[in-house]
């Protein structure tokens, strides 16, 4: 209070110049930046794995044919699910996994 917008503006300026200088705060900045996006991300894939497994639980039979081709699939680092049960079950094991990797990040 009772600094008009320019010397507030000044200040700020001179701050940031100082801050952006310093390579401890960079680094810092980069890692809360980096932190925040990959929570998005990991918000952004739980809510992909709800999504599908509550449309999986409205499938009819015949559409489980069509879902475990998808499923059929190889993978490089995780075998093929073949039976509607192996999808559910990757699906509750996916869910574990965000939930772990979100109760590590707080």
Do not use: C
């Not at 600094?3 to 507030?8: R, V």
């Not at 990959?38 to 489980?64: G, H």
């Amino acid at each position: 209070k009772g600094l008009d917008e320019e010397a507030k503006g000044e200040v700020l300026n001179l701050l940031r110049k100082e801050l952006s200088q310093d390579t401890v705060s960079n680094i810092f900045e980069r890692y809360l930046r980096f932190d925040a996006h990959y929570k998005l991300v990991l918000n952004d894939f739980d809510y992909m794995r709800s999504t599908i497994e509550k449309i999986y639980e409205k499938a009819s039979e015949e559409d489980w044919s069509y879902i475990l081709r998808d499923w059929e699939k190889d993978l490089i680092l995780d075998k093929p699910a073949k039976t509607k049960e192996e999808v559910l079950k990757d699906l509750k094991r996916l869910k574990e996994l965000i939930l772990s990797e979100k109760t590590e990040l707080e």
